[in-house]
């Protein structure tokens, strides 16, 4: 212990013992004062018997007599007589209030102050009753009480009571309490032995450390008023010199100075480390600190202590992973819990065995093999090794190796961390059959739609062509119904064949190895405007410039015509707006494009974007279109959405990464 340390812990003690005869001498005064009080009390008892009766100046004078607060109130709560100090105490400015104590009571107290009330009720007197209160000038204090009824006629018809303010005395009850917590704590969780003596040599305070130390087979609290002296011979036959023990302390003890660091010899090999301090008050010696503190562990290991912290610096790293350390002949010396819940196997049957035979799978060995022979000559590296547990299963290590020295800088072996990837192998392995399947998958499906493709249309329009030869041949004898049922036929064809370039192009997204380019939306959108078909009573505003995007041009395009088409489609108003605009965020750009149509329902929000989903019917109108929308923008890393409002219009959101 350092003489700063010593010389706080005796300031400390200084204090602590004068707040303790402070807080004595106060309690000591408390006692007197309620024994006092409460004899008045008792005294008058009987004088208030005829406080109703008598005149109101009788009565001055029996509340002079009372030094305390006292008061008197009715069953309910409310003020009815109180002298001078019970004013004061509870702050009004004279006796003439109409005031119910239970308003200076906290809700939260109003149970139990109700409850002790039932108690003075019951029985006729309370005592020591103790409540916070709030007085008229709104300071809270602690109160103390002690009150009785007063009877007429056999029947209770109000109380009385003395009250007096504790607030301060438990202030330094509670500071003395804590006090000594503060000081029993720090004794008690101390790293030494400690014994404080009086001036007497009489023992005042041990810890259970001494009693550890001195192999004390007694509570720290049944030493206190024992002669230290005799229990110091006692003591002295656990050291190798008994005798010079004690002849030392008398030394130490005589001349009153402060011993720092002095080493002890003990007959069971523990080297114990002994301060003494003297306790001086006032140029008076109040008493003696001893303290001793084992410091074997400290002198033994001095030396070993670096190479032993970064031996096992891995440990405290890495508690998570299996550790284990092996000699020269890869014998395990050594295993964590999770090394063994990663084998299997027991500790008693690791330790002494040499795990290149046992862990790993027969075609893995030349790698271990391998990793040893670099580990003598001092390499440190990580590899993956397959090896099976005790229950034969499978299993992918990563294993983390580095070689293990000696104090004198020699290899003695090594130390290895391992890490169970199985799951991870298990998952990639997954992962690279997924993407052969799916890769497969979508070069049949790319495969089966050109097929589809190819052999839908052509008898479709085989069909169109019979179609148009026999209303060709036929004109003049087909009659109008006719005529109507060939031109729905044709419609039929049409859409059929559009639906069938629709899929094709739905299912060829994201299939071709196209690279993507710098493309200017700016430029597409407003020569996409210009191309594509827009009524007079439809006006296209672009509100932004419009950015510079990576991606495919041809598709990004198809975005925003299908996206202006629909728009067009669904305006139902005389004058039609279709506004475009864009955003900057941190990581993508968002776009908008807002039309002022009719509107659609929150309800097919979700459905839209699904295949063959159309809100309306139309020969030009597949159900796809915005289907191959989102899957262009999924494409270029992004999301659509969009908000609407029925009658109002609808506002198609976007982003496309940067």
């Known amino acids: 212990m350092s003489q700063d340390k010593i010389d706080i812990l005796q300031r400390a003690l200084a204090r602590e013992k004068a707040a303790r005869k402070a807080a004595e001498s106060i309690l000591e005064q408390k006692a007197a004062e309620l024994y006092e009080t409460n004899q008045k009390l008792e005294k008058s008892y009987a004088e208030l018997e005829n406080l109703l009766t008598k005149k109101d100046s009788q009565l001055q004078g029996v509340f002079e007599n009372i030094v305390d607060a006292y008061l008197i109130m009715d069953l309910s709560g409310n003020i009815l007589k109180m002298n001078n100090a019970a004013i004061d105490l509870l702050g009004f400015e004279n006796e003439k209030v109409d005031f119910n104590l239970m308003n200076m009571v906290s809700p939260q107290d109003f149970e139990r102050v109700s409850q002790s009330f039932q108690n003075l009720l019951k029985l006729g007197t309370l005592t020591d009753f103790e409540i916070n209160i709030t007085t008229f000038l709104k300071e809270v204090k602690l109160v103390h009480v002690n009150a009785s009824i007063i009877y007429h006629a056999g029947k209770p018809f109000a109380a009385q009571g003395i009250i007096r303010d504790i607030t301060k005395d438990r202030e330094a009850e509670d500071k003395l309490i804590e006090s000594e917590n503060r000081l029993a704590t720090l004794i008690i969780n101390l790293d030494s032995g400690v014994v404080l003596e009086d001036e007497n040599r009489k023992i005042v305070l041990t810890n259970k450390k001494f009693t550890e130390l ?16 005799e229990a110091s011979k006692t003591n002295s036959l656990l050291f190798k010199n008994p005798e010079y023990f004690l002849d030392r302390m008398k030394a130490i003890d005589l001349k009153k100075e402060a011993v720092l660091g002095e080493e002890l010899e003990m007959v069971d090999g523990k080297i114990l480390e002994r301060n003494y301090v003297p306790i001086i008050l006032d140029d008076t010696s109040k008493g003696y600190l001893w303290t001793f503190k084992d410091v074997t562990l400290n002198r033994i290991y001095e030396k070993s202590l670096e190479a032993e912290k970064q031996k096992y610096y891995n440990i405290i790293s890495n508690m998570n992973l299996g550790l284990v350390e092996l000699d020269l002949n890869d014998k395990i010396l050594m295993v964590n819990q999770c090394f063994i819940d990663m084998t299997g196997y027991t500790e008693e049957e690791l330790i002494g065995i040499k795990g290149k035979d046992v862990f790993p799978v027969l075609e893995d060995k030349p790698i271990i093999d391998s990793q040893i022979k670099g580990r003598k000559k001092g390499k440190t590296n990580s590899y993956e090794l397959r090896i099976r547990n005790k229950e034969g299963e499978l299993r992918h290590w990563l294993i983390s190796g580095a070689p293990n020295y000696n104090l004198d800088g020699e290899i003695i072996g090594s130390i290895g961390l391992n890490f169970d990837i199985t799951d991870i192998k298990n998952l990639e392995i997954q992962k690279e059959n997924l993407v052969k399947e799916l890769e497969k998958s979508n070069n049949e499906l790319q495969e ?19 179609i148009s030869w026999i209303k060709e041949d036929n004109a003049n004898v087909l009659d ?4 109507q049922n060939f031109d729905l036929i044709e419609v039929t064809l049409e859409k059929m064949e559009q639906l069938i370039t629709d899929i094709l192009d739905y299912s060829s997204i994201g299939a071709d190895n ?5 493309v200017n939306l700016d430029t597409v959108v407003k020569e996409l405007v210009d191309i594509l078909y827009i009524p007079e009573h439809i006006k296209v505003r672009i509100t932004t410039n419009l950015p510079m995007v990576l991606g495919h041009k041809t598709k990004l395009q198809q975005v925003f015509q299908n996206l202006i088409s629909n728009a067009v489609k669904f305006i139902d108003k005389p004058e039609g707006v279709i506004t475009i605009s864009c955003i900057e965020l941190n990581d993508c750009y968002q776009f908008s494009i807002q039309d002022n149509g009719m509107g659609i329902d929150e309800k097919f929000h979700d459905k839209i974007f699904k295949v063959f989903h159309a809100l309306k019917k139309s020969k030009d109108s597949s159900g796809i279109g915005l289907s191959i929308v989102q899957k262009i923008v999924f494409l270029h890393g992004g999301k659509i959405w969009l908000e609407s409002k029925i009658k ?11």
Do not use: M, Q, W
Request: hydrophobic share 40%.
């Open 214 to 229: 001195f192999n004390i087979e007694a509570e720290p609290t049944d030493l206190i008023g024992l002669d230290c002296l």
């Open 648 to 658: 109002e219009g609808t506002t198609f959101f976007f982003t496309i990464s940067k």
């Open 448 to 466: 089966y739609a050109h097929i589809v493709s190819h052999d839908l249309k052509s008898p479709l329009r085989s069909i169109n062509a019979l």
């Open 480 to 483: 109008e119904t006719s005529l």
């Open 514 to 518: 196209e690279d993507k380019i710098e």
